[in-house]
């Protein structure tokens, strides 16, 4: 099966950076970040497709990037002026890729474990 491993995560203060790294285990398709923080819902945060195609939340735009290398069969997300209210856990997610589909609303089937991101002011 997929599997789908995050890293990255831990405490940064407000103003801070950090990247987020999904090993892919090699799957082409589309590739996604969401995070969901304590008595919210999921929420979509960035979505990329095979060729590079990027879509991301309001809420992230400009702040935060997605990026791939296919090479190492890494998927990333680099975040950037990290506030509080990023404070969530973060997931990588997988979905099947339809040719000259948008992956933003795609049905991402494979989910890694997560891995938490702390924002402290």
């Known amino acids: 099966q997929v599997q789908l491993v995050e890293s990255g995560g831990g405490s940064v203060q407000a103003g801070g950076s950090l990247r987020l790294s999904c090993a892919t285990s090699?799957?082409?398709?589309?590739l996604g970040w969401f995070r969901q923080a304590p008595g919210k819902e999921r929420e979509r945060v960035a979505v990329i497709t095979p060729s590079g195609i990027t879509a991301y939340a309001d809420s992230v735009k400009g702040q935060f990037s997605i990026a791939q290398d296919h090479a190492k069969n890494t998927l990333y997300l680099q975040m950037n002026s990290l506030k509080p209210e990023d404070t969530a856990m973060y997931y990588c997610a997988a979905a099947p890729y339809i040719r000259n589909w948008n992956c933003w609303n795609s049905d991402y089937n494979y989910w890694g474990k997560g891995t938490l991101v702390t924002i402290s002011s």
């Open positions: 090699g799957y082409t398709g589309c």
